[in-house]
C-alpha cells in the first residue's frame, strides 16, 4: 500500500513538473487537415505549409496532409472538431467557415475551434471579353443597369460564394438591384467560366484572379478592377483596384489554419512562434510568389478579432441581399 | 508546316534525355497501376507526385505528370477486362466487351488489343494535337451551355439505344441515374435536395462509389454462386499475349474512327472520357454487320473505346496548353503543381515556354511507345492472376473495393452506399435492367441539368435556343435519328 | 411476378417518391430562372410513364419471364451476400476509430473465412498481409491518407 502511494506520488510530481515547463511541443506526428480534395486551395495551402514547416525544420515532427473532403469544408472541420485539445491537428480554413454558416449550410463556426493564423490571400477580379466596350467597373454596372439581361455573367461553382459577393457588393455600391443580374452559375468554376467568356457565353465574370491572369496578360480577356486595397503593381499594373475606382469594395480571399477545439495558451503560443517564422522563410515566399497568392499572415490574436470582424460585415451583407437563412 | 516541325524537333530534344526517359517510364508504371485499381485514378496519381516534381525542372515535372496521366488510361481497362470491375469511369465500356472476352478465354488477346489500340487512339490524338490545335480549340469555344445539352441529349439517347432487350427499361435505368444525380446541394440555388436528412448526402453521391457497387461488389456477388464449383479457366487455355492479323483487321477501321471522336470531345471543356468511350462504342455499333456480337466478346468493342478513351487524354491537353484552362480534373491538378514550380500554362504558352509545350508533346508521343513495351508483358503476369481461385480473389477484390472507395472520398460513410449499390446491381442483374445507362446519366447528370438551366438563363426562357445554334442542331437531328433508327431496327427484330 | 413487370413497378415508385419529394422543395429568389424543381419533376414523370408502358406491354405481350429470384435454391449466395453487406456497413462504422489496419485485418478475416472455408491459415495470413501490405504501399510510400486510428501512437508513420 504504501509502495503504491509513493508511486502515485511520484507520479503526480512528474505530471505537475510536466505542466509546468510551460513549453509545448507537438509529441507525434502532425497532421494537416485539408478538407477538400487533392488538388484544390485548401489542399494547396495544407502541402505548401508541410514544405515549408519540413523543409525549414520549423517543427521536429513529421507532417501529413490528411483529405476530408465534403461539405464545403464541414466534413474536415467535424473531424478537427472531435479532436478537442490535441496541439498536433490542424486545419486549413477560409471565408468558407463564416459564409456556410451564414447560408444555413453548416452549423460549425471558428468559435468551435482555436484559431491560429490568417496565411496567405488570392484577391478577386472581375473580367470582361477583350472587345468589350467596358473599360471600369462603373461601365460595366452602366450597361447591367440599362439591360441586365443582355450582360450575363459568369460565376461558380455555387452561388453564395466569396466571388459573388463581390459582384453583389458592387452592384449594391453602384445601385443595381442584385436580383436583377443574370448570373450563370458554372459548377466547374474556372475551367467552365474562362472558356465561357472567351467564347462569348458570358459577358463577363467575378472570378479569382489567379484564374485570368495570363489571359488578361495574353490580351484574351480584360481584368477590369480588382477586390485589394490598391493596384497590384506586381503582377497586374495599370488594373486598378475597386476602391481606386470609388468602389468601397475590399475582399480579401484568404486562407488560414485553425486548430482543435480547446487548445491551451501554450499550445496555441508555439503555432503562433512556428507561423510566424515560417512566413518569413525564403521556401514560403517563393511558394506564395509561384502560386500566385499573396501574403496574409495574422497571427492568433489578430486573426480571431479579424474572424470576429468580417462575420459581422458578412451578416449584414447576407442580410441585405436576402441570401442569409 | 516547316514550324511544326521545327518546333517538334525542340520538343524531341528536350525529351529525350535520359532522366526524361526514366521519370516517362516510372510516371507511365505508377500511373498503369494507379489506374488498374478502382477508385485511384490519375488525379490521384498526379497528387502523389506534387511532392516528388517539387524538386525538378519544369519541364520534366509535366513530363512525369503526363506519363501518368497516360498510364493511367492505359491501365484502367486492365481490371474491366478481367474482373469486370472498371477502373474509373473512361474503363467502363471497356467491360462491355472485354470481360465476355475473358469468359470466352481470349483474356490474352483482350489486353493485348486494349493496349495497341490504346497507343494508337494516344498517338492519333497526339497528332491531331500537333496539327490542329489551334483550329480545334477556336472550335470548342463554340460550345457554350446550348450545345453542351444537345450533346447530352446525343450520349444519353445513343447509350439507351444499345441497351439489349427493351428500350423501355432503358429509360428507366436512366431516370434512375438521373435521380441519384440530383442528390445534394443544387449549385444554381444552393438548396439541398433529396438527400432525406442525412448530411454525408449533401455533397451528392460520387458515380465511382456507385460504379464500385455496381460492378466491382456485384461482381463479387454473382460468383458466390460459383464458388464451390471449380474455377474454370485453371483448366481452359487463357490465351496467347498476342492478337491474330485477322482479329486486329477487324479494329483497324473502329480505331482509326474512334480517334478522331475521342480527341473532338476531350477538347470540350468539363467533358469526361466516359462520354467519348460510350459514344464511340454506340458508334460502332450501329456501324457494325455483326452488331448482335456486341457484348459478347466482339474485339472491336474493345478497340475501339480503347482508343476513343487515349485520344481523349490527348484532347484534354488542348484547352491546359493552348489556353492555360485545365479540361479535366487531373489536369487541374497538374496546373497547380506547374504553379508551384513557377509555370503558369497561359495562352502563351507555346510562345513563352516552346521547350516545355514542345517537349510534353514530344514526350507523350515518346510516352506511348513506352507505355505499350510496358503493358504487353505485363499482361503476361497478369493473365496468370486469373488462376488465383475465386475464393481468394474474391475477398481480395472486396478488400480492395473498399480501399479505392475510401480513397474517393476519404470517407467511410461511403461503405454503406458502396454495399446498398451493390445489392441495387445484384437485383437489376435479376431483372435484366441495363446498368450503362444509369451510370452514364449519373454522371453527366449534373452537366445536363445545369447545361439545360444555364441555356434556359441565357435565353431569358426561351426553348428556341437549342435550335437557333448550328451545332446545337445538328445533334438534336441525330440524336432524334438514332432513336427512330434503333425503334426500326428493334420492330424488325420483334417481326 | 415477370421481369418487366418488376421492374416497371419499380420504376414507378421510385419516380413517385422523387416525384413528390421534388415538389416539396421551397421555392428561392435567387439562381436561375429554370429552378431545382424542373428537370426532378420531368425526370420522376418520365420514370412513372415509362414504369406504366412496361407494366402494359409486358401484361399485353404475355410471354412475360419470371425473374429468377431463387430465395430458396440459392440460399447460400443470398446468405453470403447479407453478411458480406453487413461485414461492409460495420467495416465503414469501425474504419475511423480503429484505424485502416486494425478494422481492414478484422473486415478481410471474416470475410475470407466466409468465401474460403476451411483454410484458417491461408485466410490469417491474407487477413494480415492485404492491409499491411496496401498500408505500406499507399499510406507510407505514396503518402495518401488512411485512418490511423487508436494504434496512431504506436505506428511509425
Not at chain 1, 493596384?231 to 497586374?236: D, F, N, Q, S
Not at chain 2, 441539368?449 to 434556359?456: K, L, W, Y
Not at chain 3, 466466409?114 to 484458417?120: A, K, L, P, W
Amino acid at each position: 500500500m504504501k509502495k503504491l502511494f509513493a508511486v502515485l506520488m511520484l507520479i503526480a510530481l512528474f505530471a505537475t513538473a510536466g505542466a509546468a515547463s510551460a513549453e509545448w511541443k507537438p509529441s507525434r506526428t502532425i497532421e494537416l487537415i485539408a478538407p477538400a480534395n487533392p488538388g484544390g486551395g485548401w489542399d494547396m495551402l495544407c502541402r505548401t505549409v508541410q514544405k515549408a514547416l519540413t523543409d525549414e525544420k520549423l517543427v521536429e515532427k513529421n507532417v501529413i496532409v490528411v483529405n476530408k473532403p465534403g461539405g464545403g469544408g464541414a466534413t474536415g472541420w467535424n473531424y478537427l472538431k472531435g479532436k478537442k485539445g490535441q496541439g498536433e491537428y490542424l486545419a486549413a480554413t477560409s471565408t468558407l467557415i463564416m459564409l456556410n454558416n451564414l447560408l444555413g449550410k453548416s452549423e460549425l463556426t471558428h468559435h468551435d475551434f482555436t484559431p491560429l493564423a490568417a496565411l496567405q490571400t488570392e484577391w478577386i477580379s472581375v473580367a470582361v471579353e477583350q472587345d468589350s466596350p467596358w473599360k471600369t467597373v462603373k461601365d460595366l454596372f452602366e450597361a447591367i443597369k440599362a439591360n441586365p439581361s443582355a450582360v450575363p455573367v459568369g460565376v461558380g461553382p455555387t452561388l453564395g460564394n466569396n466571388d459573388h459577393l463581390v459582384f453583389l457588393e458592387l452592384a449594391q455600391a453602384n445601385g443595381v438591384d442584385p436580383a436583377s443580374i443574370k448570373f450563370i452559375v458554372y459548377p466547374g468554376a474556372g475551367g467552365e467560366i474562362v472558356p465561357a467568356l472567351l467564347g462569348g457565353h458570358v459577358k463577363a465574370t467575378v472570378i479569382g484572379l489567379a484564374e485570368v491572369l495570363e489571359q488578361h496578360k495574353a490580351g484574351k480577356m480584360r481584368v477590369i478592377g480588382v477586390s485589394s486595397e490598391k493596384t497590384l503593381a506586381e503582377i497586374l499594373p495599370g488594373v486598378p483596384s475597386f476602391k481606386e475606382q470609388g468602389v468601397d469594395v475590399v475582399f480579401p480571399h484568404w486562407r488560414g489554419i485553425i486548430g482543435a477545439p480547446d487548445l491551451t495558451e501554450d499550445q496555441v503560443k508555439y503555432w503562433d512562434g512556428v507561423f510566424s517564422k515560417m512566413v518569413e522563410t525564403e521556401t514560403w515566399k517563393t511558394l506564395v510568389k509561384n502560386l500566385g497568392w499573396d501574403s496574409f499572415y495574422q497571427n492568433s490574436a489578430e486573426h480571431k478579432a479579424f474572424l470576429e470582424g468580417s462575420t459581422k460585415d458578412f451578416d449584414e451583407l447576407l442580410t441585405q441581399v436576402g441570401l442569409k437563412k | 508546316m516547316d514550324v511544326i516541325f521545327d518546333n517538334l524537333a525542340i520538343g524531341f530534344a528536350t525529351a529525350i534525355t535520359a532522366t526524361n526517359i526514366l521519370w516517362v517510364f516510372i510516371g507511365g508504371l505508377l500511373g498503369t497501376v494507379m489506374g488498374m485499381l478502382p477508385g485511384l485514378g490519375p488525379a490521384t496519381g498526379v497528387a502523389i507526385l506534387i511532392p516528388i516534381t517539387y524538386g525538378m525542372n519544369p519541364s520534366t515535372a509535366l513530363i512525369t505528370m503526363c506519363a501518368v496521366y497516360y498510364g493511367a488510361m492505359f491501365g484502367g481497362s486492365r481490371a474491366s477486362i478481367m474482373i469486370n470491375t472498371p477502373g474509373d469511369a473512361s474503363a467502363i465500356v471497356s467491360c462491355f466487351d472485354g470481360y465476355p472476352m475473358t469468359k470466352n478465354g481470349e483474356a490474352g488477346a483482350a489486353l493485348a488489343i486494349s493496349a495497341i489500340a490504346s497507343f494508337i487512339g494516344g498517338t492519333i490524338g497526339m497528332v491531331f494535337l500537333v496539327f490542329l490545335t489551334g483550329p480545334i480549340a477556336a472550335a470548342a469555344l463554340k460550345f457554350g451551355p446550348a450545345e453542351m445539352f444537345s450533346l447530352m441529349l446525343f450520349a444519353l439517347v445513343a447509350t439507351i439505344t444499345l441497351a439489349e432487350g427493351s428500350l423501355l427499361k432503358g429509360v428507366i435505368a436512366m431516370c434512375i441515374g438521373f435521380m441519384l444525380s440530383t442528390i445534394g446541394i443544387d449549385p444554381l440555388t444552393g438548396i439541398i435536395r433529396f438527400t432525406f436528412g442525412v448530411e454525408e448526402l449533401q455533397d451528392g453521391i460520387d458515380f465511382l462509389v456507385v460504379m464500385i457497387g455496381v460492378y466491382a461488389i456485384c461482381e463479387v456477388f454473382k460468383n458466390y454462386k460459383n464458388l464451390d464449383t471449380k474455377y474454370s479457366l485453371d483448366s481452359r487455355s487463357i490465351g496467347k499475349v498476342w492478337v491474330s492479323w485477322a482479329q486486329f483487321k477487324k479494329c483497324i477501321l473502329p480505331m482509326l474512327r474512334s480517334s478522331p471522336l475521342g480527341f473532338f470531345v476531350g477538347v470540350l471543356p468539363g467533358m469526361g472520357a466516359s462520354i467519348a468511350t460510350f459514344m464511340s462504342y454506340a458508334m460502332e455499333k450501329n456501324l457494325s454487320k455483326t452488331p448482335e456480337k456486341f457484348g459478347k466478346g466482339a474485339i472491336e468493342g474493345l478497340a475501339a473505346p480503347e482508343a476513343a478513351n487515349n485520344s481523349c487524354a490527348a484532347g484534354a491537353m488542348v484547352p491546359l496548353l493552348t489556353l492555360g484552362i485545365p479540361g479535366s480534373g487531373t489536369t487541374a491538378v497538374m496546373l497547380g503543381a506547374l504553379m508551384m514550380l513557377g509555370v503558369r500554362p497561359g495562352p502563351i504558352l507555346f510562345s513563352q515556354f516552346p521547350e516545355i509545350a514542345w517537349g510534353v508533346i514530344a514526350s507523350i508521343l515518346l510516352g506511348n511507345i513506352i507505355l505499350v513495351i510496358i503493358n504487353l508483358p505485363l499482361a503476361i503476369p497478369l493473365v496468370q492472376l486469373l488462376k488465383i481461385p475465386q475464393r481468394i480473389m474474391l475477398p481480395l477484390i472486396l478488400g480492395m473495393g473498399f480501399m479505392g472507395t475510401y480513397f474517393l472520398n476519404y470517407s467511410s460513410f461511403d461503405f454503406i452506399l458502396v454495399m446498398a449499390f451493390a445489392l441495387g446491381g445484384y437485383i437489376f442483374s435479376k431483372l435484366e435492367i441495363p446498368l450503362p445507362p444509369l451510370v452514364l446519366a449519373l454522371i453527366l447528370g449534373g452537366t445536363t441539368e445545369q447545361s439545360f438551366r444555364n441555356s434556359m438563363s441565357l435565353s431569358d426562357g426561351s426553348l428556341a435556343i437549342f435550335f437557333q445554334k448550328p451545332i446545337s442542331v445538328t445533334l438534336i437531328v441525330l440524336a432524334a435519328v438514332s432513336l427512330v433508327y434503333s425503334l426500326l431496327k428493334r420492330r424488325k427484330y420483334a417481326s | 411476378m415477370s421481369k418487366n413487370f418488376t421492374s416497371g413497378l419499380i420504376s414507378i415508385i421510385l419516380g413517385t417518391i422523387y416525384f413528390y419529394t421534388a415538389m416539396q422543395f421551397p421555392e428561392v429568389q435567387a439562381g436561375d430562372n429554370t429552378g431545382p424543381k424542373l428537370f426532378p419533376l420531368i425526370v420522376g414523370a418520365v420514370a412513372v410513364i415509362a414504369g406504366i408502358l412496361l407494366c402494359i406491354s409486358d401484361r399485353r405481350s404475355g410471354k412475360a419471364e419470371a425473374v429468377a429470384w431463387n430465395f430458396l435454391s440459392d440460399r447460400a449466395v443470398w446468405i453470403k451476400i447479407f453478411v458480406t453487406m453487413v461485414l461492409g456497413i460495420t467495416y465503414g462504422l469501425v474504419l475511423d476509430t480503429w484505424g485502416y489496419l486494425l478494422a481492414t485485418t478484422a473486415f478481410m478475416f471474416f470475410a475470407t473465412m466466409m468465401i474460403n472455408r476451411g483454410r484458417f491459415v491461408q485466410n490469417v495470413l491474407i487477413a494480415v498481409l492485404f492491409p499491411a501490405v496496401t498500408y505500406g504501399a499507399f499510406a507510407i510510400a505514396l503518402q495518401l491518407s488512411l485512418p490511423r486510428g487508436i494504434i496512431e501512437n504506436m505506428l511509425p508513420f
